[in-house]
C-alpha cells in the first residue's frame, strides 16, 4: 500500500496529461478540444500539489492553528497553483473566443472540416 | 493524412511520452516525504512578515513579481477576449424576449445574489489570514453578479452592471498592483518589496504590510475582468446576431429547434 | 485513513478526466467539467491546499460551465440558420 | 483512526462514485440532477473533512460550494431549458435525501461546536446548501418556462 | 408620494444591511473594530447591490 502510494499521485496525474492529449488528438469539435486542455491543466496542478505534499502535515494558513505546533505542507507548490488556476480559466475563455471567431469565418468548428476548407 | 494513420501516430508518440513519464515518475522523490526546503523557509519567512497565511506571502510579497506576471496574463487574456468577440460591421443587436423564470427560483437567485458577493468580500478581505485571496474571491464577486442572467434576464443583468466602468476598474486595478510596486522602489528599497508599510499585529486584517493591499488589487482585478469577459460571451450568445443568420431564422422557424443538427451529428460521429 | 482518502480522491480525479475526454458533446462534456472541478477541490482540501481548492470550486463549478455553454449556444445557433453567403 | 475522517470517506465515496457514474452515462435530465446531487454530497464530505482534518479554516470551501454549487447548476437548467423540457428530470426522492445527509452532517457538528460563532456559521452553511439544491432542482424541473436564445 | 418611495428604499437597503454586516461577523472568527469597518463596508456593497438588482427584475 505504502510503495504504491508513493508514486500514485504522480501516475495519475501522468494518465490525466495523457488521456487530455488524446482527447484533444481525437476531437471532432474545437469545444470539446478546449474542454480536454482544461483537463491537461488539471494534470499540472495534481503533479505540483502532490509535490508538495507532506505525510501527517496540515495547511501553512495559521489564522486557525499556532505557528509550529504541526507539520505543514509546501506553501510555494500551492502558490504557483492557486494563480495558475484562475489565470487558467481566462486562457481557457480566450480560446473559447477563438472558437467563436473560427466559426464565424469558416461556419464550422471541426478542425477536419476546417482542414479541407483551407484546400 | 488519414483519421486513421494520425491516430496511429498519436497512439505512438504518446506511448513514448507515457514510458518518459513514468520513468520520471518513478526517480521524483517520494509523494508525502519529509524534505521541502523551500517550503519551509517560506513559511519561516511569512512568519516574519506577521502573514497568517503563508500561501498569501508567497503570492504577495515574496513572489509578487511573479503574481504581476499572472496578473498580466490575465490582463492581456481578457483583451484578447474583448477584441475578439466585438461587435462587428455585420452584426447587429437583436434584445431576446424576456424570460420566463419560475417564481421561487427568481427569488432565490436575487436574495442569493448580495449573500455571495458579500461572501467574495469576504474572501478577499481575508486572503492574508484564511484561507482565500484575491484570485478566488474576485472570481466568486463576479460570478454572484451573474446570478442576475440565470435568475432574471439578460435586459436585468445589463441594468445593474455597467461594462465601461468594470473595463476602466479593471485597469486602474492593474495599475494599482503596479503604483505599489514602485512605491517600494520611491521609498527606497525594491520593485514590490514589502517594506513601505508597518508589519501590524499577527492575524489581523492590517497585518503584512502591503499584502492586504496587493491582495485587494487583484481581487479588483480578477472580479472586474471576469465581468467584461462574461459581457462579451454573453453579448456574442445572447444579443448579437448577424444579419444573413437573422433572416434565415425569421423566415423559418425561430433556429433553436434545429440547433441539434450540425454540431450534434459532428458529435456523435467523434465516439 | 487520510491515505485512503487520497488515493478515493485521486481515482476519481482520474475516472472524471477519463470520462470528459470520452463524452464528445461539449454539452455533456460542460457537465462532467463541472464535477470535475468539484472532485479537484476535493483532492486538493485532501492534499492540505484548501486555498487551491477554493480557487477551483470558484472556477470550475460555475465559471467554466457557463463560458463553455456560451460558446456552445452561440456556435450552435450559427449553424441552425442555413449559410447563403461565400464561405 | 479519526471517525471524522472515516465518515467524510464514506460521503465523498457515496457522492462521488454515483455522481461521477450519473454524469457520465444516461440522458441529459439524469446527468444534471447528477451534477446538481454530486455538489449536494460533497459539501457535507468537505465540512466533516474540516472537522476530521480538526481546522475550522477548512469550512469555507463548504461556504463557497454550497453557494456556487447551486448557481453552476442553474447555469445549466437555463442554457439547457429547450432540451429539458421534454423530459424535465424529477429526482425529488434523491434530492430529498441529500438534503437529509446534508441536514445530519450539520447538526451533528453543530452539536459537537456547540453554541457560538462557530455554530452560526455552520447553520447558515445548512441552510444555503439545502436551500441552494432544492432550488436548483426546482429550476431543473421546469424553472425557466420560455427562454429565447438565453 | 415620493418621500414615502425613499423612504422604503432606505428601508429596504438597511434592512439588507444589517443582515449582510450579521451575515459577515457570522463569518469571521475574532471582532475588533478594523474588521467591524470592513465588513460595513462590504455590506453596503451588497445591500446597494441587492436593491439595484431588486428593482432592474421589476422594473421591466
Known sequence: MSAVLHVLPYLIAAYVFLIGCYGLATSRNLIHAVGCLAVCQSATYVLLLAVGYRDGATAPVFSDLAPGSRPVVDPVVQALTLTDVVVGATVTALLLALTVQISKRHGTVDPDELRELRG | MSRRARLWLVLLGGSGLAALLVAACLRLPAFGGARHPYGDRAVAAALARRTANTIASVNFDQRAFDTMGEMSILFAAVLGCVVLLRQARDEHRDPPRPAEVAAPVRRYALSTLPVALVTGLYVIAHGQLSPGGGFQGGVVAATALHLMYLGADYAALERVRPVEAYEIADALSAAAYLVLGFAGVLAGTAFLANTLLPLGTFNTLSSGGTVPLLNAAIGMEVACAVVVLLARFLDQAVEIVEENVRENGKNGDNGTNGMDGKNGENGENGE | MADALIVLALLAVAGCATSAVLNRDPTRQALVLAVLGTVLAVLFTVLQAPDVGLSQLAVGSALTPLLIMLTVRKVRRRSAAPKDGPE | MNGWLLAATAVLAVGLGAGLWGVSTGPLGRRVTAQNLSTAMVCPGLLLLAQGYGRTSYVDLALLLALLGPVGTLVFARLLADELTDDPPRAWGLTWAAAAVGAVVVTVLCAVAGPGRAMVKLLLIGALLIGGNLMASRALSGGFAAVDRG | ?60
Open chain 5, 1 to 60: 408620494m415620493r418621500a414615502r418611495s425613499a423612504l422604503l428604499a432606505a428601508g429596504e437597503v438597511a434592512l439588507w444591511w444589517a443582515a449582510l454586516l450579521v451575515f459577515w461577523l457570522m463569518l469571521i472568527s475574532t471582532v475588533y473594530p478594523l474588521e467591524r469597518a470592513v465588513g460595513a463596508g462590504a455590506a453596503g456593497v451588497g445591500a446597494l447591490v441587492a436593491r439595484a438588482g431588486r428593482r432592474a427584475v421589476v422594473r421591466r
